[in-house]
């Protein structure tokens, strides 16, 4: 049971890449979140996916997408990577909403 | 829009002391609460919760406290130990929609 797993673990992109980042989860929760971590901040919602078939916007959904291709996976991508991207992202999912959520390990990206 | 706020950004503890962090929230209709750790290079991991209907939970060397007079929650750790030191974040729950956490308290303990 792996739980909550993060591929890459490290990330540095070009202004104006674009990326995907993967994430799944073993204990067939229904709900997935991905946040953001700015040093020394919080956490901050970017897109989450209550249920297989749904995703809604968090606090800063702004030059993101999200993809729930299952009820194990949910990918978040960048499409034009900027500098204000720069953070480390952190997936989490739970049986429901209202329940305790599981993170991941993160995924530091850089972009330059 | 409300928000979890914190007291206090750091806390220095002596190794052996008791700690205590807290949390103001704002919003009166939260129902739900989740205190979490954050150790460095890590993601947050669930220590305690607890639900409005309750004024105090136990866990192990953990006790969280919560005022809903003053719309206040605290975290007690007992005995604090070195592989304490971390970032705490409150998170609260209302409605349908996900947790909303603060931004959180570093917590250094001093051997």
């Known amino acids: 049971n792996a739980g909550v797993t993060q591929t890459p673990k490290f990330q540095v992109l070009k202004t104006g890449q674009s990326m995907t980042l993967q994430c799944a989860q073993d204990?067939?929760?229904?709900?997935m979140y991905w946040y953001r971590q700015d040093p020394g901040m919080g956490l901050r919602l970017i897109y989450y996916?209550?249920?297989?078939?749904?995703?809604d916007k968090g606090e800063v959904p702004n030059g993101y997408n999200v993809s729930r291709l299952n009820k194990r996976e949910f990918s978040l991508r960048l499409e034009s990577a900027a500098p204000s991207q720069t953070s480390v992202y952190f997936c989490?999912?739970?049986?429901?909403?209202?329940?305790?959520?599981?993170f991941g390990p993160g995924t530091r990206l850089t972009v330059l | 829009g409300e928000s979890v706020g914190l007291h206090l950004p750091t806390l220095s503890v002596q190794e052996g002391d008791n700690s205590i962090i807290n949390c103001a929230y704002s919003?009166?209709?939260?129902?739900?609460f989740i205190w979490y750790k954050q150790e460095s290079g890590k993601g947050p991991q669930f220590i305690i919760d607890?639900?409005?209907?309750?004024d105090k939970r136990q866990g192990q060397r953990v006790t969280v406290l919560l005022n809903k007079t003053v719309k206040h929650l605290s975290l007690q750790i007992a005995a604090t130990q070195p592989g304490d030191s971390a970032v705490y974040f409150c998170?609260?729950?209302?409605?349908?929609?996900?947790?909303?956490f603060g931004k959180g308290t570093r917590l250094s303990v001093i051997a």
């Open positions: 989490a999912s739970s049986a429901g909403l209202p329940n305790e959520q599981f």
């Open positions: 204990m067939n929760h229904n709900s």
């Open positions: 996916s209550a249920s297989e078939g749904t995703t």
């Open positions: 919003n009166s209709a939260s129902d739900y």
């Open positions: 607890i639900r409005s209907n309750m």
């Open positions: 998170a609260e729950f209302w409605g349908n929609t996900p947790l909303v």
